[in-house]
RNA sequence: GGCCCGUUGGUCAAGUGGUUAAGACUCCGCCCUCUCACGGCGGCUUCAGGAGUUCGAAUCUCCUACGGGUCACCA
């Protein structure tokens, strides 16, 4: 990969709709690898079409960027040396290039319409021809015709001249040289009736004008690269470096598609994702770092990322190690307050109860949370002790069961009402003193007091910490509930 | 169908002629333990197939198979 001149690369993106995965992640690649050489990332929208323009899509856009922590450097809202950075801002000057070509012969006007079009189409699949590409039948057109279809004002696109012999070569860093044979190329539009370019010839002009050296882009555009080398030829441009990246897909036969219901960023934040997560699992999609380390913060991903590690297999999503790798941030990255501040939406869902520690309670729920969604679940006994069976009471492991729990419970409820400071080092000085006392294992005193106070098999925490989250008055009450139950 | 690209365990993948073929996730066991989770230990499972080149191939070459992309006045 050439570093010597500033490295500059872009999303382009079409304002369509909502942002999807995979697209997210060339953004992702295409703005590592500017900052990683402490170059320009640009955001270009790219809305030629204007039928399938979305309200709201470019604004999705910006949302979605801001969110990941991919900040670009120029752009539409920012502005920038290259400017307009959206595409449909910049017709004149697409228009200008492409007259420029068919002066110097690479490039002319077709009259074609689409019926014909349509027939020469259906003709060609019927005769199975192998390389279905235009007949070049308005390349014949005369002068004089051509005028007079002109002074007409019969509709017209302007369609890149194509050699007819010999083969074009491009470079991409990841596959290497890739050779076609020229013969083989259409005679692609360029410009099209309505006067708009497009994708194909209005990306080559602006990566051109807007100084871009990488373009990151993806894999479905392999193809289609060698004509854009022609265009560049044509112009006498500098060819860019490419470098394409593969699909995500949902398993071996299909891309991650929105049927699947988990294509666009906004399900998984939906699911209750931390970005950061998102962001760190993608970049794992068809790249792999060079030590075993594979947690990453954004900035350790521009630190880590070496183009070396891309791969050119396509990748099959896996919710399952997504969810590993969010795990990971949830419980180690983060901060005990950094933590909270995320999770407190979560934990009000079902806990409102303002009279508990809630530091407590965060401490306990941050080692077990895997998707934010997990924590309502997780805390609702807190406001109100569930229905519950006394066989919960049982476990063969700690040799509990109702009866001993009776037991226990009565045992420990003095020892509780005793303690004076209600934190979990003077509650477990406490329990563990009686525990010698009577000589049981932990497990016959703790289990009991742990479903006592939860009423739930699973629970964020053990019975000290369930205790000290509850507070004193609220952990009594709920002992002396237990008691009643079991004594009936 | 033509052209282009790809193929290491269930998934992500390391690996660039000589390795016991890393690591992570998943799953299963065991340990730790006041449940679960965490943590620790261990296990299952891989070079698509076939020819070559070579003393030696997951690594190089060719063929086959399979998969993907592309063949729009969409991007």
Redesign the pocket.
Known sequence: MDTSKRVRTRF???P?GFMHIGNLRTALFAYIIAKKYDGDFILRI???????YVDGAVDKIYETLRACGLKWDEGPDIGGPVGPYI?SERMGTYKQYAEQLIESGHAYR?????ER?DEL?RQQQEQ???????DRHCLGLSEEEQQRLLDEGV???IRQKMPTEGTTTFK?I????????NA?L?D??L????G?????F??VIDDHLMGITHVVR???????APKYNLLYQAFGWDVPEYI?V??I?R?????LSKRDGDAYFGDFTDKGFYIPAIINYIA???????G???IFSLEELVREFDI???????????I??????N??HL??RLTHDEFKKLALPYIRQSCKREDIDIDVLVD?VQ????LFTDIPEMVDFIDKMPEYSTELYT?K??KTNPQTALEALKLILPVLEAVDEWN?EKI?EA?FAEIERVGV???W???P??IAL?G???????????ADILGKEETLSRINDAINKLSE
């Open positions: 382009a993106p079409s369509t790219e809305d030629t079409d204007r039928e399938r595409q077709c009259f074609c319409t689409k079009l189409h199975k021809v192998s390389n279905m590409v235009y509709p017209y696109v991409d990841l596959y290497g040289d890739i050779t076609v044979e083989l259409e692609q539009i410009i099209k009736a309505d708009m370019p497009t994708y194909n209005a990306n993806g894999n479905e555009y392999l193809s289609s394409h593969e699909h897909m398993d071996a036969q299909h891309k794992l999609l068809g790249w792999a770092p060079k075993e380390n594979e070396s590690g891309l791969s050119k297999a396509p990748a099959i999503f896996d399952a190690k997504m969810t590993a790798i795990a990971e419980q180690k306990a080692p077990r949370t895997k476990s492991k700690m979990t477990h329990v294992k932990n497990g005193m703790l289990y007091l742990r939860s739930k098999a699973l629970t964020p925490g053990g019975g000290i910490e369930l």
